[in-house]
């Protein structure tokens, strides 16, 4: 059974850096595509930062320079560094992976990048004040 499990959310002020984590046990793919969303209640889910086990990867535009997104194979973790954190930051997070084949920029620049994915975290809630 695979699962996925979020931790490192938290309360920061504006500026400040949080690390995402996201515990992948019982997935059996070798090769596949990882990614970070986010929501607002009453908002759509949005593609956050996607990685493909090739150490390719993509952002959505807002977070550009400010997030960054990684892999630690032998811990089975993902990971979403989140640097200089801004109020519009605030949302649930959530990670995903799926091995099919998907154009990892769609995944960050179009309002459907969230759906299609197999597996999902819980999600862990990231709150920024100005």
């Known amino acids: 059974q695979v699962q996925l499990a979020e931790s490192g959310g938290g309360s920061v002020q504006a500026g400040g850096s949080l690390r995402l984590s996201c515990a992948v046990s019982?997935?059996?793919?070798?090769?596949?595509?990882m990614a970070w969303f986010r929501q607002i209640p009453g908002k759509e889910r949005e593609g956050v930062a996607v990685?493909?086990?090739?150490?390719?990867?993509a952002y959505a535009e807002s977070v550009k320079g400010r997030f960054t997104i990684s892999m630690d194979s032998a811990k089975n973790t993902l990971y979403l560094q989140m640097n200089s954190l801004k109020p519009e930051d605030t949302a649930m997070y959530y990670c995903?992976?799926?091995?099919?084949?998907?154009?990892?920029?769609?995944?960050?620049?179009?309002?459907?990048?969230?759906?299609?994915?197999?597996?999902w975290g819980q999600g862990t809630q990231v709150t920024v004040s100005s």
């Open positions: 995903a992976v799926d091995p099919r084949p998907r154009n990892i920029e769609r995944v960050v620049s179009t309002p459907e990048g969230w759906l299609d994915w197999y597996h």
């Open positions: 019982g997935y059996p793919h070798m090769n596949t595509y």
């Open positions: 990685m493909y086990t090739d150490g390719s990867t």
